[in-house]
């Protein structure tokens, strides 16, 4: 698949979501119980597509001040396009589709673990607390 991200022209929101099962399933995260999830992430996209197709048409609109005049306006779709574009963001990090560090970086700090009751986010806290940082090394492309 080549589909960048938020790339979704010509695509029906029932492809789109077969499209992230396949991408859920090469990470290895795929699992029934995501489809809810995958489908209103595949409708947000949908939408979004749809928004951009109209804003990338005409910026610009214009409406009529009260003396007849054409008044020069942004069009409404940008909100909804930069309000989409955040939840959908939110959606596929829940997912775990995005990448969390910095392209072309390896951290050199080790895998969070989990303490002995099994608190993920207890041991994140913990270790966002010590006072050193993780360090990062350029990756170096063969």
């Not at 960048?4 to 499209?19: K, W």
Request: charged share 25%.
């Amino acid at each position: 698949m080549s589909k960048t991200a938020l790339d979704f022209s010509g695509m029906s929101r029932e492809e789109i979501f077969d499209y992230l099962v396949v991408c859920m399933r090469d990470r290895g995260l795929y699992e029934e119980s995501l489809d809810p999830a995958l489908m209103v992430l595949a409708g947000m996209c949908y939408a979004y597509q749809c928004y951009y197709d109209k804003t990338v048409a005409s910026p610009v609109i214009y409406s009529e001040t009260t003396g007849g005049a054409p008044k020069p306006l942004l069009n409404p779709a940008f909100n909804a396009l930069s309000v989409l574009g955040e939840q959908i963001r939110k959606y596929l990090r829940d997912l775990g589709l995005v990448v969390a560090k910095p392209a072309g970086f390896v951290s050199q700090s080790k895998e969070v673990a989990p303490t002995s009751q099994g608190d993920r986010l207890a041991a994140m806290l913990e270790t966002v607390a010590q006072p050193r940082m993780a360090v990062y090394k350029k990756r170096v492309k063969n």
